[in-house]
């Protein structure tokens, strides 16, 4: 079966501290591996697509890496903007459709 | 490019109630789809429609039913609404397939 598990469910971090967010997916044919930030009250918010184990991409504080098993969301000296929940998706070529994980919360302190 | 828009933007519905939740897009996408979210239960696909012209079940289909009435436009709408349908919905596009969706603003529905 299709699963996508995130951890941990929240995270609170101090302005600077730097740290990671993990994304474990077990599907069959592999599509795509996505991240999205939603703040609260909005729709999610399309960052990375990852296609292939090794692959990064990086977008201000935010890296993305990808395994054939996780994906890991690294975060480096974060800033109070950065606070949002962070959700990654695992497209399936199969059914043609993106299997969410519950996604984790990040509060990000001055 | 406005992207994916959704109406209304909030809805307080009575039990047995019917309503339609509209959702349109602008970047000439082919595929969309209705999610629903939840407290602890993430993002749940109600409905999606691979191309126009067609429209299948996702995971939590029952008490809804989906209109693809172009490739714009793609509708959600609640028969006789219920309070475990009091939820937040997103409806999605994508060009094709299990690409990255965008999604839209959402439409937070209350079922008393």
């Known amino acids: 079966e299709d699963q996508v598990t995130q951890s941990p469910e929240a995270l609170r971090l101090q302005e600077g501290e730097s740290s990671s967010l993990n994304c474990s997916y077990t599907?069959?044919?592999?599509?795509?591996l996505f991240w999205y930030r939603q703040d609260p009250g909005k729709g999610p918010e399309f960052l990375f697509t990852l296609y292939s184990a090794g692959e990064e991409k990086e977008k201000e504080r935010l890296k993305a890496t990808l395994t054939k098993k996780e994906s890991f969301l690294h975060i480096t000296a974060p800033k109070p903007e950065d606070s949002a929940t962070y959700l990654c998706a695992a497209g399936s070529s199969n059914t043609g459709k993106l299997i969410f994980g519950q996604g984790t919360t990040l509060q990000v302190k001055p | 490019n406005a992207g994916v828009t959704q109406t209304p933007k909030f809805q307080v519905l009575k039990t047995g109630q019917s309503m339609t939740l509209q959702c349109a897009q602008d970047m000439n996408h082919n595929s969309m789809y209705w999610y629903r979210q939840d407290p602890g239960m993430g993002l749940r696909l109600i409905y999606y429609?691979?191309?126009?012209?067609?429209?299948d079940k996702g995971e939590v289909p029952n008490g809804y039913n989906v209109s693809r009435l172009n490739k714009r436009e793609f509708s959600l709408r609640l028969e006789s609404a219920a309070p475990s349908q009091t939820s937040v919905y997103f409806c999605?596009?994508?060009?094709?397939?299990?690409?990255?969706?965008?999604f839209g603003p959402g439409t937070r529905l209350t079922v008393l």
């Open positions: 429609s691979a191309s126009e012209g067609t429209t």
């Open positions: 599907v069959s044919g592999l599509r795509g």
């Open positions: 999605a596009s994508t060009i094709i397939g299990a690409n990255e969706q965008f």
